[in-house]
């Protein structure tokens, strides 16, 4: 119960934030170099219009993209109706982790679309969709502004 309390404090959900959100990443990179460096040959060509992944790769990173947008943004939208500090902050780490998701997701279909077929561009876009997710660090200063803290919260917020 004690290790429950301290995850959800504002220090120890960064914390773990963090750490989920360096997981998420770590596991984009290494699957991507493990990939390219097992695959035995490459080509790039993006428009080789019997190469359905041509097509496919691009649409679902926008599809990931768009929606992971779109449930982050509804989920920080109701934050202001929670009741406690805590409240605020598991269901912000659970917008977070949701978006980290479908980015995850979008990654990885493009990762296994260039090991089925070896065609780099659709590494390009899973690097390009890897780059938007380092853009989405964690950070206090950002979760601040979704969580609608009050004067006591934000107190608490930033004395942990």
Not at 39 to 49: E, H, K, N, R, V
């Amino acid at each position: 119960m004690d290790q429950q309390n301290s995850a959800l404090s504002p220090r120890g959900f960064f914390k773990t934030l963090t750490l989920l959100y360096f997981s998420f990443l770590t596991a984009q990179l290494l699957f991507a170099v493990m990939a390219f460096l097992n695959q035995g040959s490459t080509y790039f060509d993006y428009t080789d219009t019997n190469d359905v992944f041509i097509y496919a790769v691009p649409v679902f990173a926008v599809a990931s993209i768009v929606l992971g947008i779109v449930l982050y943004g509804q989920q920080t939208s109701e934050l202001g109706r929670k009741n406690s500090l805590k409240e605020k902050l598991a269901a912000y780490q659970s917008a977070v982790l949701i978006r980290m998701a479908f980015l995850e997701a979008a990654s990885i279909f493009g990762i296994v679309a260039f090991i089925l077929k070896g065609n780099l561009f659709s590494l390009l876009i899973t690097g390009l969709v890897t780059l938007y997710f380092i853009t989405l660090r964690p950070a206090k200063e950002r979760a601040e502004d979704y969580l609608h803290l009050s004067h006591d919260e934000k107190r608490q917020f930033y004395e942990d």
